[in-house]
């Protein structure tokens, strides 16, 4: 009897670690499996932009198909921005901004015609309501709304949620997109210009609840008058690289 309980003692400590072997090897299978992607921006719109689509992968491996990945709560990203071939920085990082959040526009009541330049965000100028020949309603920057979109919550699905990386404005030159972009009229930081022509590697950083990820992307820029800029998963061979780019902007 002694041996037996020897053995049933034995059995239930086998037990009890492989049942927490399987919790632990469970959780981490349902951890967050983030993947950046380039991806198309088709608005028609006088400006352009390139950007990234994050997808939190649902797939799960056999025989646990019947899981839910875990979403990757607060997930921030860092843009890095080098010139292409260099190892050093073209500007520091830069935190990005989901393009899923709101705006950072808070309405404000103006005199009119007055238009503050220096306080309208370049994307909201235009949202103006005439209350009467005094006044008139619009947004201007704000700060706290440009500091939520820098995180985003992104949920295990076929669909991407999309960071714009830079933007090639209509009549200011081309620059680094990110969450304090919109502090500027024209959008135009002039600490994040880039160069036309120009080509930069650009590395995309995500930091999540227990997760990160990361990928380099090349982004070609040509010359002001060719209003061409492209960002692609590989360098473009130099042929590629000369023709204008009409549908990834």
Known sequence: MEALGVVLGALGVVLALAAIGLTVAVERLKR??????????????????????????????????FLTRNSAEGCEVTLEFRRH?????????????WSSRPEPGAPVVLPSPARPTEAWSGSLSSEIVVLGPQAVVGQV??????????????????????????????????????AESQRFPHW????WKLDQPGEYDVTVRLVASGVAAERTFFLGLGPPHSRRIELSEVEPSRESSGRASSHRS
């Open 141 to 178: 920057f704000d700060p706290a709304l440009a500091a939520e979109s820098r995180s985003w919550d992104v949920a295990a699905g076929i669909r991407g949620e999309e960071i714009a990386v830079a933007v090639l404005t209509e009549k200011h030159g081309a620059y680094a997109w990110g």
């Open 32 to 65: 967050p499996r983030l993947e950046i992607e380039a991806a198309d921006w088709p608005r028609q719109h006088p400006w352009q932009f390139v950007v990234v689509h994050v997808f939190n992968r649902p797939e799960m491996p056999r025989p646990f198909g």
């Open 85 to 97: 071939g260099q190892s050093v920085g073209a500007f520091p990082p830069l935190p990005g901004r």
């Open 188 to 191: 135009d930081n002039p600490a």
